[in-house]
């Protein structure tokens, strides 16, 4: 197996050249952690896609056995869905009480709040969203890299995937981009001066820029309670 240790001092050492190993190293990461959301997503979306096809089956006579609309006899004339306008949430400082065995931050969405934070993840929400800690959609999350990442296996990303590489605190991080639409997502990954590897997921609709997002992560603390994940 590969020698992984000048990979990791790259990641939390200096700003300096980018290495092609660092750029493998952080896709593999970025990688897992898009995989795990889709995993955590699935459980939240879980009811609204039973809910799609039991319209879809009723639309189509699928339950009462009446026959398909003749959705051919009325001719499109305008585009099915219309585009939506992304609206822009600004950061402002937070002070409340996070309670934080495992992480603190500095900053949090105007008018979002902490949902809540454990040793794995510190979730920061939007108003009138209440699902479980463990699921990550639509949510501003938290957390360090999983405890499960191989990195002896440097697969290619999915098709459709956005990497963009920048720098937190003036250090080596990605930023992944996935999806277009309003379930769209992003995730920035770095490695603080602790040797933390660190992962932020955002919900991409909430407007933020990358550089929003580098400063939003320079205030995010790591605190001695915190334990990476699995899966």
Do not use: C
């Amino acid at each position: 197996m590969t020698d992984l240790h000048p990979i990791f001092d790259d990641l939390a050492g200096t700003s300096g050249p980018i290495t092609s190993a660092v750029l493998d190293a952080d896709l593999l990461r970025g990688r897992r952690a898009l995989r795990t959301r889709r995993r955590n997503a699935l459980a939240a979306g879980t009811f609204a896609l039973a809910a799609v096809v039991g319209v879809s089956a009723l639309s189509l006579g699928g339950s009462s056995g009446a026959s398909a609309p003749n959705i051919a006899a009325a001719p499109i004339t305008a585009p099915v869905t219309a585009p939506v306008a992304t609206p822009h949430i600004s950061f402002v400082a937070y002070t409340g009480d996070q309670a934080a065995p495992g992480f603190r931050v500095d900053s949090i969405p105007d008018g979002w709040k902490m949902q809540g934070v454990s040793e794995y993840t510190l979730n920061i929400v939007p108003p009138g969203l209440h699902t479980d800690m463990n699921s990550f959609l639509g949510k501003l999350v938290v957390m360090l890299e999983s405890a499960d990442a191989d990195p002896s296996d440097l697969s290619n990303l999915p098709d459709g995937i956005a990497v963009t590489h920048t720098t937190v605190d003036g250090r080596p991080a990605v930023i992944f981009k996935e999806g277009t639409d309003s379930t769209a997502s992003a995730s920035l990954h770095w490695t603080d001066a602790a040797g933390h590897r660190i992962d932020v997921q955002w919900p991409r609709s909430a407007g933020w820029s990358d550089d929003e997002m580098t400063r939003f992560a320079t205030g995010v603390h790591v605190l001695g309670a915190a334990r990476a994940g699995r899966g």
